[in-house]
């Protein structure tokens, strides 16, 4: 697949990037710069974003398939039975 799944405006792509570089610095103890935190970004929503991805549309078809059952078992209770003789 050559089309990024998961794309971010020019505003939440600099935010992601600074809270990255603010987790470096404080969690491990590394600072980057902002071209590092943006490769870093890219790489990661490349590797991940395909499963968060997947997972929200596993999720998606689970919450479907539910209201289908309620939907099934509600056509069920309106079911009439024939009269009978």
């Given at each position: 697949?050559?089309?990024?799944?998961?794309?971010?405006?020019?505003?939440?792509?600099?935010?992601?990037?600074?809270?990255?570089?603010d987790y470096c610095d404080r969690e491990i103890g590394v600072e980057i710069?902002?071209?590092?935190a943006e490769?870093?970004?890219?790489?990661?929503?490349?590797?991940?974003?395909?499963?968060?991805?997947?997972?929200?549309?596993?999720?998606?078809q689970a919450a479907i398939a539910k209201r289908v059952d309620t939907l099934t078992e509600a056509i069920g209770e309106l079911e009439k039975s024939p009269p009978r003789r």
């Open positions: 697949m050559s089309e990024a799944l998961i794309r971010l405006d020019a505003t939440e792509r600099a935010e992601l990037a600074i809270k990255l570089r710069g902002n071209f590092d490769f870093m970004l890219d790489f990661m929503i490349s590797r991940l974003g395909v499963l968060c991805y997947n997972q929200g549309l596993l999720d998606a």
